[in-house]
């Protein structure tokens, strides 16, 4: 295949911009780490001469011409026997354990050890179903790859359309638990944002302040707080009442508390994670077959636990009274009802809850 070729021209706005980043605003639909290879690879071009380097600044008035090779397809994914921790099977759903590190389904740079491949080696008659031929069958929400916890799969044509249908009318409600950097100024608090892409890196998310994005809604409540090593840090329990890309992420750093562990929006951190410290604990949806309510939780993995284990001076603060019913309390039917994990801190009676003032 011939590559598609771009031409764009530097407006004033965008002159003093590193290339890079110009390309990258220009074109959001590919990745400034992808523009950088391009670069190198001598497909960018200024006046029919090779640009090599992304840290030039753009001019006003100049023109590049930009050849992206255009991606074959790759077929159906392929089967592959990788084990999933299952946490629920029967013949409609299961509700798998995902793995920090593994990505849900194949894309661009991950064609193998998705979970959809290990899926397809699970469940072989995934494959089979007319209606769920496609890179993902069987997925019915994600999870980022280092995020870890519940991932509901469908197994048959009819599940899918009434789990997709579940998270779409809100009937599904979901509890994180995330490690953070940081403790909040208050027990509980709803973070309520328009979420969309970043006017900045067209590749990372954001709040938006003025106009654009989506509507969404976070709830956090402090679980326990402490110190690991000379940092403050809080476990926080996170439920999600909209589902947008990377919104506990962006939220918890919006209010100053980046998850441990987050190279994208964690910013400057000190306490040593392999990944972002954030995990799928409990997930509660109605079955596909009867609609009758599950609820399923998986335990804190590894390195959460070994990372909790070192918090020092820990405080845990009393249990706070149920929100206010909002506006959307009622596609989340008994929502408050969940019970909060005590942390496993101090007592109460010992507690210091001075910072919270």
């Not at 405080?315 to 706070?320: A, E, F, K, N, Q």
Request: aromatic share 6%.
């Amino acid at each position: 295949m011939s590559p598609k070729l771009n031409q764009l021209k530097v407006e004033p706005e965008d002159a003093g911009k590193r290339l890079d980043r110009f390309l990258a605003d220009k074109l959001p639909d590919y990745s400034r780490s992808m523009f950088q290879r391009l670069l190198k690879d001598g497909a960018v071009t200024r006046d029919g001469v090779p640009c090599v380097t992304a840290k030039i600044a753009v001019a006003a008035g100049e023109v590049y011409k930009i050849a992206i090779p255009e991606v074959r397809p790759v077929g159906p994914p392929l089967a592959e026997d990788i084990p999933l921790p299952v946490l629920f099977e029967d013949d409609w759903m299961m509700v798998i354990n995902k793995p920090p590190g593994m990505v849900v389904h194949p894309g661009a740079g991950n064609t193998s050890g998705t979970v959809v491949n290990a899926l397809l080696g699970h469940c072989p008659e995934l494959g089979e179903y007319e209606e769920m031929v496609s890179d993902r069958p069987g997925i019915v929400h994600r999870l980022d790859k280092d995020t870890s916890g519940c991932l509901v799969i469908a197994k048959t044509p009819q599940a899918m359309t009434k789990l997709s249908a579940a998270f779409a009318e809100r009937k599904v409600r979901k509890i994180y638990k995330a490690l953070v950097k940081g403790i909040p100024k208050q027990v509980t608090e709803t973070i309520e944002t328009n979420i969309g892409r970043s006017n900045g890196n067209r590749q990372k998310m954001a709040v938006l302040l003025e106009r654009g994005g989506k509507e969404a809604i976070t709830i956090y409540t402090l679980v326990q707080s402490g110190k690991i090593g000379k940092i403050s840090t809080s476990l926080l329990d996170v439920k999600i009442l909209t589902g947008r890309t990377h919104q506990i992420r962006v939220h918890l750093a919006y209010r100053n508390l980046p998850i441990i562990g987050d190279i994208v929006y964690g910013g400057n951190q000190a306490v040593p994670a392999p990944r972002q410290m954030l995990h799928a604990w409990k997930i509660t949806l109605p079955h596909p077959r009867n609609g009758r309510k599950f609820t399923f939780e998986a335990p804190i993995p590894e390195d959460m636990e070994e990372l909790l284990k070192s918090m020092t001076d820990v405080v845990v603060p009393p249990v706070p009274p149920p929100p206010k019913k909002r506006r959307h309390d009622d596609d989340y039917e008994d929502y408050n009802e969940v019970d909060i994990d005590d942390g496993g801190g101090e007592d109460d009676d010992a507690a210091d809850y001075s910072f919270l003032e």
